[in-house]
Nanobody, 115 residues
Framework: QVQLVESGGGLVQTGGSLRLSCAAS????????MGWYRQAPGKQRELVAT???????NYADSVKGRFTISTDNAKNTLYLQMNALKPEDTAVYYC?????????WGQGTQVTVSS
């Protein structure tokens, strides 16, 4: 199982930016898909963005054009650059990996966008 540690959450005003990081305990070359999910209070966890080993990205419609997912293979780290943040982006953000049949989750990092 891959150990994941997220960082970079915090409080930001509407229109601001944050960058989330997720450090993996193993080489991300061995991971099939990495992604970010979020869960707002009283809501189900939802996909934000994913990136495959080959670099193919996928975004939720609600974040397209504002968020960018990327990796740094040398640092075994996944990033989520979030720009033009809105109050509805407020949630706990989770890093996720899928390697073969195994899924791993980080502990989550809180993002709060004030209006």
């Amino acid at each position: 199982q891959v150990q994941l540690v997220e960082s970079g959450g915090g409080l930001v005003q509407t229109g601001g930016s944050l960058r989330l990081s997720c450090a993996a305990s193993t080489s991300i070359f061995s991971i099939d898909v990495m992604g970010w999910y979020r869960q707002a209070p009283g809501k189900q966890r939802e996909l934000v963005a994913t990136i495959t080993r080959g670099g193919i990205t996928n975004y939720a419609d609600s974040v397209k054009g504002r968020f960018t997912i990327s990796t740094d293979n040398a640092k075994n780290t996944l990033y989520l650059q979030m720009n033009a943040l809105k109050p509805e982006d407020t949630a706990v953000y989770y890093c996720h990996t899928r390697r073969s049949l195994f899924n791993s989750w980080g502990q989550g990092t809180q993002v709060t966008v004030s209006s």
